[in-house]
C-alpha cells in the first residue's frame, strides 16, 4: 500500500515517547509498505539531514516543510494566546499546522495514489482537512481534552484555570469532528480507545499499545545503586515539568532527610533554563539534558519515579524501565493504559503525597523491589513487542481499504 503520514518533526532521534512509537512501527512496516512522512523541518538543518537520510535509508521517503515555530515566552507569546480565543481552533493545533503543510499534502495527493493517510497526532486532522474522500486514520497519542481536563483540575492560578478551560473545549470539540472524519481512529490504551467510545460516540478505534524494542533493552546490564532515583522524560511536555516540579517540591527532600545519601537524576531533553538554574542550587540532584542513550542511567539507577498527575495515553518510560529489569514507582496517573498490577509487576502510589514512602521502601529494601521489576520485565517482553504492535497497525491499514 501507499502510505503518507502527517506529523510534526522527523522522529529521529527518537528522543521522546510519541517520537519512538512513529520510529518503530513506521521503520518496521515500510519492509511491507511504502510510506511517506510528510513533516515540518526542526531549527537545526543538520539533524534534519541527517534524519532524512536515516529514512531513506530504511526505505522510507521524506517531505519537508519550513515553519517557523514561535517562542513559548515573552509578550508576544502572550498576544498569540490572547488572539487564540477569537479562533475555534485550540492554540496547538492552530500554532502547528501550517499552509506550507497544507501544500505539500495537496502536492503530494495530485502526484500520487494514496491508500491511507495518517494524521501522527490527532491536531493533524485540521492539515487532511484540504483532502475530501480519503482514508484517513487517526494515531491519537493522547485523548488531548483529557490532558486539559486535567490540566484545570490541577491549576491554582483562577486567570489560567480560566483560558485552560477555553483550550478544553476547543479542544473537545475538535477531537469529536476529528474522530468523526477519521475512516479509523488508531488510541494506544484500551482505557483512551474506551474513552473516545463513550465520550465522543466514535465505535471505529483500534488499539495498538506502547512498545519496547526487545533487543535494545534487553542488552542493559544492571549496575545498581539502591539509593538512586531517575525520573526520564521529555522536558519539553508540560505534564513532565509538573511532575519534576512535584518531585523536587514535596517528593524527594522528603527521601533525602530520611536517606541522606539518595540521589536524583533528571534525565530528558530541552530543559528550561529555569529548571537548570534550580537543580544547580539543590543537593544530590544532577540534570541530564539530551543524553543520546538512556540505558546507562536505567543500568545504575535503583528506582524510577513517575510521579505523573497530568497525561493520557501510556507511558514508554514505564515500559523502558521494566524492561530494564528497574523498579518503578508511579501515580495512577503515571501508570495509566498499561496493563500492569500494582504489587506484582510495580508500585503504584494515589495520592502523589505517597510516593516518598514507596520510594524509601524500594531504597531499604531493593531485592523485593528488583523481584516485582522482574515480574514486570517478562510481562512487558511478552505483551509490548514493537514487531507484533506494527503488524497491528498494517493490519488497521489493510482493513481500511475494506
Given at each position: 500500500?501507499?502510505?503518507?503520514?502527517?506529523?510534526?518533526?522527523?522522529?529521529?532521534?527518537?528522543?521522546?515517547?510519541?517520537?519512538?512509537?512513529?520510529?518503530?512501527?513506521?521503520?518496521?512496516?515500510?519492509?511491507?509498505?511504502?510510506?511517506?512522512?510528510?513533516?515540518?523541518?526542526?531549527?537545526?538543518?543538520?539533524?534534519?539531514?541527517?534524519?532524512?537520510?536515516?529514512?531513506?535509508?530504511?526505505?522510507?521517503?521524506?517531505?519537508?516543510?519550513?515553519?517557523?515555530?514561535?517562542?513559548?515566552?515573552?509578550?508576544?507569546?502572550?498576544?498569540?494566546?490572547?488572539?487564540?480565543?477569537?479562533?475555534?481552533?485550540?492554540?496547538?493545533?492552530?500554532?502547528?499546522?501550517?499552509?506550507?503543510?497544507?501544500?505539500?499534502?495537496?502536492?503530494?495527493?495530485?502526484?500520487?495514489?494514496?491508500?491511507?493517510?495518517?494524521?501522527?497526532?490527532?491536531?493533524?486532522?485540521?492539515?487532511?482537512?484540504?483532502?475530501?474522500?480519503?482514508?484517513?486514520?487517526?494515531?491519537?497519542?493522547?485523548?488531548?481534552?483529557?490532558?486539559?481536563?486535567?490540566?484545570?483540575?490541577?491549576?491554582?492560578?483562577?486567570?489560567?484555570?480560566?483560558?485552560?478551560?477555553?483550550?478544553?473545549?476547543?479542544?473537545?470539540?475538535?477531537?469529536?469532528?476529528?474522530?468523526?472524519?477519521?475512516?479509523?481512529?488508531?488510541?494506544?490504551?484500551?482505557?483512551?480507545?474506551?474513552?473516545?467510545?463513550?465520550q465522543f460516540g466514535t465505535n471505529r478505534v483500534d488499539v495498538v499499545d506502547n512498545g519496547i524494542d526487545r533487543a535494545y533493552f534487553a542488552s542493559v546490564e544492571p549496575d545498581r545503586e539502591v539509593d538512586r532515583i531517575v525520573f526520564l522524560g521529555s522536558f519539553e511536555w508540560r505534564p513532565n515539568l509538573d511532575a519534576v516540579a512535584l518531585l523536587l517540591d514535596r517528593i524527594f527532600p522528603r527521601v533525602l532527610a530520611a536517606m541522606p545519601s539518595a540521589k536524583l537524576d533528571l534525565v530528558g531533553r530541552n530543559p528550561p533554563e529555569?529548571?537548570?538554574?534550580?537543580?544547580?542550587?539543590?543537593?544530590?540532584?544532577?540534570?541530564?539534558?539530551?543524553?543520546?542513550?538512556?540505558?546507562?542511567?536505567?543500568?545504575?539507577?535503583?528506582?524510577?519515579?513517575?510521579?505523573?498527575?497530568?497525561?493520557?495515553?501510556?507511558?514508554?518510560?514505564?515500559?523502558?524501565?521494566?524492561?530494564?529489569?528497574?523498579?518503578?514507582?508511579?501515580?495512577?496517573?503515571?501508570?495509566?493504559?498499561?496493563?500492569?498490577?500494582?504489587?506484582?509487576?510495580?508500585?503504584?502510589?494515589?495520592?502523589?503525597?505517597?510516593?516518598?514512602?514507596?520510594?524509601?521502601?524500594?531504597?531499604?529494601?531493593?531485592?523485593?523491589?528488583?523481584?516485582?521489576?522482574?515480574?514486570?520485565?517478562?510481562?512487558?517482553?511478552?505483551?509490548?513487542?514493537?514487531?507484533?504492535?506494527?503488524?497491528?497497525?498494517?493490519?488497521?491499514?489493510?482493513?481500511?481499504?475494506?
Amino acid at each position: 500500500m501507499n502510505i503518507a503520514i502527517v506529523g510534526g518533526n522527523l522522529p529521529y532521534p527518537p528522543t521522546a515517547g510519541n517520537r519512538v512509537r512513529t520510529l518503530n512501527l513506521t521503520l518496521r512496516l515500510a519492509c511491507a509498505h511504502r510510506i511517506t512522512l510528510i513533516f515540518h523541518r526542526g531549527e537545526d538543518p543538520g539533524a534534519d539531514r541527517e534524519a532524512v537520510a536515516y529514512f531513506g535509508d530504511h526505505g522510507v521517503e521524506t517531505i519537508g516543510v519550513d515553519q517557523s515555530i514561535p517562542s513559548k515566552s515573552g509578550p508576544a507569546f502572550y498576544a498569540r494566546l490572547a488572539a487564540n480565543l477569537a479562533s475555534p481552533l485550540p492554540y496547538s493545533v492552530a500554532t502547528y499546522n501550517s499552509p506550507a503543510l497544507v501544500q505539500a499534502i495537496r502536492r503530494h495527493a495530485e502526484r500520487r495514489s494514496v491508500d491511507v493517510w495518517q494524521a501522527e497526532g490527532v491536531p493533524f486532522m485540521e492539515s487532511l482537512r484540504v483532502l475530501s474522500g480519503t482514508r484517513k486514520v487517526v494515531m491519537a497519542h493522547n485523548v488531548e481534552s483529557q490532558i486539559w481536563q486535567r490540566y484545570h483540575e490541577t491549576e491554582r492560578q483562577p486567570h489560567k484555570k480560566w483560558y485552560i478551560a477555553r483550550q478544553w473545549m476547543k479542544f473537545e470539540r475538535f477531537e469529536r469532528r476529528s474522530f468523526a472524519e477519521a475512516k479509523r481512529v488508531v488510541a494506544v490504551s484500551d482505557e483512551d480507545a474506551a474513552l473516545v467510545r463513550q465520550q465522543f460516540g466514535t465505535n471505529r478505534v483500534d488499539v495498538v499499545d506502547n512498545g519496547i524494542d526487545r533487543a535494545y533493552f534487553a542488552s542493559v546490564e544492571p549496575d545498581r545503586e539502591v539509593d538512586r532515583i531517575v525520573f526520564l522524560g521529555s522536558f519539553e511536555w508540560r505534564p513532565n515539568l509538573d511532575a519534576v516540579a512535584l518531585l523536587l517540591d514535596r517528593i524527594f527532600p522528603r527521601v533525602l532527610a530520611a536517606m541522606p545519601s539518595a540521589k536524583l537524576d533528571l534525565v530528558g531533553r530541552n530543559p528550561p533554563e529555569s529548571l537548570a538554574r534550580r537543580v544547580f542550587e539543590l543537593p544530590n540532584v544532577k540534570l541530564h539534558a539530551n543524553v543520546p542513550d538512556v540505558r546507562p542511567f536505567l543500568a545504575r539507577s535503583g528506582v524510577m519515579a513517575v510521579p505523573l498527575r497530568i497525561g493520557g495515553g501510556s507511558r514508554l518510560k514505564i515500559l523502558e524501565a521494566l524492561a530494564s529489569g528497574l523498579p518503578v514507582v508511579s501515580t495512577r496517573i503515571g501508570a495509566e493504559g498499561l496493563r500492569l498490577t500494582s504489587g506484582r509487576d510495580l508500585t503504584i502510589v494515589d495520592p502523589v503525597e505517597e510516593m516518598a514512602e514507596a520510594l524509601l521502601g524500594c531504597i531499604r529494601d531493593p531485592n523485593a523491589a528488583r523481584a516485582m521489576a522482574e515480574a514486570g520485565r517478562r510481562l512487558v517482553l511478552e505483551r509490548y513487542d514493537w514487531d507484533v504492535l506494527a503488524a497491528r497497525l498494517g493490519r488497521i491499514w489493510e482493513a481500511c481499504l475494506n
